[in-house]
């Protein structure tokens, strides 16, 4: 294989293989937790094809060199598949020259790029931003802290109960003092379809700018920014089959030629003294250091394995997918779709209401089917307010996502759903009832859970259990559940309340609650480590080695690692209190 090539499907124009596309796709042929995997989290970053991973790996084997000054054959064949690879992303997207696409790490740093410089030299103090109730955390945050920064307003367009952007509320917000309007093509979390051509040629009549964030678009849809006529076109590589760390702007040429760098140092620079410095040539303007050569590459062999498939092609697969489970999963009792848009992309974000289910814990159950889902507010915190909710668990679909996957998808589900059960709250004469100790102290609690995770090999079973436990765990009731009894940064619901057991000094008991049976279940193992526990023996108990000794440290994501920390902390913090009372 010489240094531009990469490997192809071998598809007929009007076929569409699926099973023939599956094979291109290494990771799909696994299991997880003992079930063939369904990957359905396409949404937040879709899996990477053969001809992708076959590129960045011959780059790396065969033409790794820096770009752009070397004179030698490596640096200029590595320089060749770099500028290539800029010309197949430019087609993609239907950019008019080179000049107006610019290589950045992904859609966010695209976005930061035109709000810190654009942004900078266009907004001032008094005028608005127009931004949707539909934005993505990093189509917010960069507007909102330009106008902090320069006095400005930041409005945003509502929704409706579908879903579907008010045309008519953003027609009547533009105004003079509006600048720029920056709007997702496609919604992350609903997969709503924008009518951005309306809003692009809405605000241009009033000469307002437009940015569309694509990140969700380009994997989907044909993008074509020369029709579209916006000012700026952002997404990520990683979103459409190819690396993560790489993405793309797209901006009209005046608009880029008087923004200023975002960032300085090589390559973005004309020509440098201590007196004075002047840039580069577009794009390179706006590429400082050594770029993200092997990213590039991927990228151009993702779009030429998209671009030989059709855009077309797997738009109408991906909808007959979405279809489909719409109609699958809208049937499940208990279970609402958040978000029926008339014009939608391949994501389905749902709620299980009756019983009410955490999404978290759906996500869970799911995975330990081998499901693979997003679960949370997926960076749309406003929009999930909107709609009165905290999160959903949501499926995204792909090309190589097959109709039988969505079945599973559906069966596994309606499973989880009739397994649920209401919860009581248990108390005697009107009273919680508070947990007894299992054990004398701390490390003997902790030696009998730890016979059972030494016992059991498969964390499938590990969490089931936790799960389980999760499950028998006392509602806390109502009245206790205040925000000074809430436990900060945990991706559920969680409140706490701790007291020295009646008649005792220094006896430590809590009540705990979730939303989330998998954290009830955390919330579970700490009243056996810790509830009817003196001070200084919860504080002087090795939590931490307790927690490596069972694995858990190891098995949790961040976010929830991060969660426990802090319930931990808010019992040893009690603790703490009572200890420093008691020794007086």
């Known amino acids: 294989m010489n240094a531009t090539s990469i490997t192809l499907p071998k ?156 045309l008519d509320e953003l027609e009547k917000m533009i105004n003079p003092a509006t600048k720029i309007i920056a709007v997702a093509h496609v919604s992350n979390a609903l997969g709503t379809v924008n009518p951005i051509q309306k809003i692009i040629d809405l605000a241009h009549k009033h000469g307002v700018y437009v940015l569309i964030d694509g990140a969700q678009a380009t994997p989907h849809l044909a993008v074509d920014v020369r029709e579209l006529d916006c000012d700026f076109y952002v997404f990520s590589g990683h979103k459409v089959y190819g690396p993560t760390g790489i993405g793309a702007l797209y901006g009209k040429p005046q608009h880029l030629e008087l923004m200023p760098p975002y960032q300085t140092g090589g390559d973005m620079i004309s020509y440098v003294s201590f007196a004075k410095t002047t840039w580069n040539e577009l794009p390179y303007k706006f590429e400082a250091g050594t770029p993200n050569i092997a990213g590039a590459i991927g990228l151009a062999a993702a779009v030429d394995y998209i671009d030989a498939i059709g855009k077309d092609m797997i738009a109408a697969h991906e909808h007959k997918l979405l279809e489909y489970a719409t109609e699958r999963v809208a049937a499940i009792p208990g279970v609402r779709i958040i978000g029926t848009a008339k014009e939608k992309a391949s994501v389905l974000s749902f709620i299980v209401n009756d019983p009410p289910m955490s999404a978290l814990d759906v996500g869970t159950r799911l995975d330990l089917d081998g499901v693979a889902i997003r679960t949370g507010h997926h960076c749309c915190q406003p929009l999930m307010e909107r709609f009165g909710i905290a999160g959903t668990a949501r499926a995204s679909f792909a090309m190589y996502n097959t109709i039988e996957e969505v079945d599973v998808l559906a069966d596994t589900l309606e499973k989880i759903v009739a397994s649920a059960r209401p919860r009581v709250v248990v108390s005697t004469n009107g009273q919680p009832i508070y947990p007894e100790p299992v054990a004398d102290n701390p490390q003997q609690a902790a030696d009998e859970i730890a016979e059972f995770f030494d016992a059991v090999d498969d964390w499938a079973e590990k969490y089931q259990y936790l799960i389980d436990i999760g499950g028998k765990l006392a509602p806390m009731p109502e009245v206790l559940k205040t925000e000074p009894n809430r436990v900060k940064r945990c991706q559920s619901t969680v409140f706490m309340h701790a007291r020295t057991r009646p008649g005792t000094a220094d006896v430590i008991e809590f009540l705990a609650d979730s939303d989330a049976d998998i954290v009830r279940g955390e919330l579970a193992l700490l009243q056996k480590l810790y509830c009817g526990q003196r001070a200084a023996e919860i504080l002087a108990f090795d939590i931490q080695g307790f927690m490596e000794r069972i694995g858990l440290e190891r098995n949790l994501s961040p976010g929830r690692r991060t969660g426990l920390s802090e319930m931990i902390a808010r019992v040893k913090h009690y603790a703490g209190q009572v200890a420093q009372k008691s020794s007086k």
């Open 11 to 166: 598809m007929k124009p009007a076929s569409f293989d699926v099973e023939r596309i599956r094979g291109d796709f290494p990771i799909l042929h696994q299991q997880v937790h003992g079930k063939p995997l369904v990957y359905l989290d396409n949404a937040a970053s879709a899996q990477k094809p053969r001809a992708v991973i076959d590129a960045i790996k011959h780059y790396y084997e065969n033409d790794h060199a820096n770009i752009h000054r070397g004179v030698h054959a490596l640096s200029e064949r590595a320089t060749a598949l770099y500028d290539e690879a800029r010309i197949k992303v430019q087609k993609f997207i239907g950019a008019p020259c080179l000049r107006e696409l610019i290589f950045t790490r992904g859609a966010t740093e695209a976005i930061n790029l035109v709000a810190q410089t654009f942004g900078r030299v266009h907004v001032h103090a008094g005028d608005e931003v127009i931004l949707t109730a539909l934005e993505h955390h990093s189509n917010i945050v960069p507007w909102q802290v330009l106008c902090w920064e320069k006095h400005a307003h930041l409005r945003v367009v509502p929704v409706t109960d579908a879903g579907e952007l008010r």
